[in-house]
């Protein structure tokens, strides 16, 4: 590729400072839970971005990296490996430059999310297997001479450890709370950036805050976290967004002080209960997030400590909606969730709101919802 004009690329770099000026920070939401006074929980609701999730953060630092790198130029088109939500966020970004985008995703990312790319002017190409959107992206970039993204190399690096985060906007917007210095931050991980960023600003912050990896049971993270030479894992998992078939270049293992590994029936359980608990839709990874969040409350609470705990509202709901959120679908494949949100009830005291046919349903008041940003 012939350099490309440096004044296009100023300007575009500009486009997106000015982008980044125009948008506001996500909230960070607080979230009492009555059964475990003296611990509070705090969701950082990345559903606020104009792109709908964490990833419009990343597609943001993407852009940038590339352009300074002098990958892209004004007649590029770009091209990303995605499960659909950097997808959606980059497809946003590459219209605001007048750039083509073409996202490549397996055949199972939902419908809603391949409508958003469309409706942000981006292509979808669609591949069988997971681990194929790899090697079809590059081809792509090969055949259009464009710009291969690549998130899950280079989102660790694309993305400012130290300021400028979404590392340093929890830990500012925690400073006035009881507990400023949370005891833990749970997240997951897709490229494993969120992970990085958050691990690295912990370590350059000095602070006590430990983190741990949810993940989902049929990912490589947690088995590569029990045993480093596990590098690859075929197994199929319902959680996009993480949860991964390889290793990307971008997790950094060392950063990770605790792994749990959350079935995905528990994690749709949660991203359910807890939509209507707080009463703001989650994706299937923040319930993964949640389930791991509330077992490590639960350990918290018995063992009589006080403290906080922060985790990632990646996503809505409403990306699942024909999805996670449809019984039906989940019948079919064999996904079982009344168990798990029978617990998560118990856990934080809500009244079963499953119908029991045995059982006339009386008249219900709408059900309690936690206070949330008290
Ligand atoms: C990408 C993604 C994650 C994980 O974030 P990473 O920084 O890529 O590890 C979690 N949830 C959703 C919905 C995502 O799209």
New binding site residues.
């Given amino acids: 590729m012939t350099p490309p004009c440096r004044e296009w690329v100023n300007a575009s770099i500009r486009r997106i400072e000015m982008e980044r000026t125009r948008c506001a920070e996500t909230h960070l939401l607080k979230v009492e839970l009555p059964s475990m006074p003296g611990l509070t929980l705090y969701l950082k609701d990345?559903t606020t971005h104009l792109t709908g999730?964490?990833?419009h953060r990343?597609a943001r630092s993407l852009f940038l990296y590339a352009l300074c790198n002098g990958r892209i130029g004004p007649n590029s088109t770009v091209v990303e490996a995605?499960?659909?939500?950097?997808a959606v966020s980059e497809a946003y970004f590459a219209r605001l430059l007048g750039l083509r985008f073409v996202a490549v995703m397996p055949r199972t990312t939902t419908a809603e999310k391949q409508a958003e790319i469309v409706a942000n002017g981006g292509e979808v190409h669609l591949v069988d297997e997971p681990g194929e959107i790899y090697a079809a992206a590059i081809r792509i970039a090969d055949e259009t001479g464009g710009c291969y993204l690549d998130?899950?190399t280079f989102?660790e690096r694309a993305v400012d450890w130290r300021v400028d985060n979404i590392a340093q906007s929890i830990f500012h917007q925690m400073s006035e709370e009881e507990h400023r210095v949370p005891t833990w931050v749970v997240?997951?991980?897709?490229?494993?950036?969120?992970?990085?960023?958050i691990g690295r600003y912990i370590r350059y912050r000095g602070l006590t805050t430990r983190l741990c990896l949810a993940d989902p049971v049929e990912s490589v993270y947690h088995r590569h976290m029990a045993d480093r030479n596990v590098r690859t894992w075929r197994g199929r998992s319902v959680?996009?967004?993480?949860g991964r078939p390889q290793v990307?270049a971008?997790?950094v293992a060392d950063l990770i002080e605790r792994t749990i590994a959350v079935p995905d029936a528990a994690s749709i359980a949660a991203a359910r209960v807890m939509s209507r608990f707080i009463g703001r839709s989650c994706?299937?990874?923040?319930g993964?997030?949640l389930w791991a969040s509330l077992l490590i409350m639960q350990e918290m609470a018995a063992a009589g400590e006080r403290g906080a705990l922060v985790t990632?509202l990646?996503?809505s709901g409403e990306?699942y909606r024909s999805t996670l959120f449809e019984d039906t679908w989940l019948a079919k494949r064999k996904l079982s969730c009344a168990p798990y949100q029978r617990q998560l009830e118990a856990m934080l005291a809500v009244p079963d709101v499953s119908s029991d046919p045995a059982r006339p349903e009386p008249i219900q008041a709408p059900p309690p919802r936690a206070r949330v940003g008290g």
């Fill in positions: 990345e999730s964490l990833k990343l995605s499960s659909g939500s950097t998130q899950f989102a997240c997951g991980a897709g490229t494993g950036g969120t992970a990085a960023t959680i996009e967004g993480i990307e971008s997790f994706g299937g990874s923040t993964t997030n990632i990646c996503d990306r």
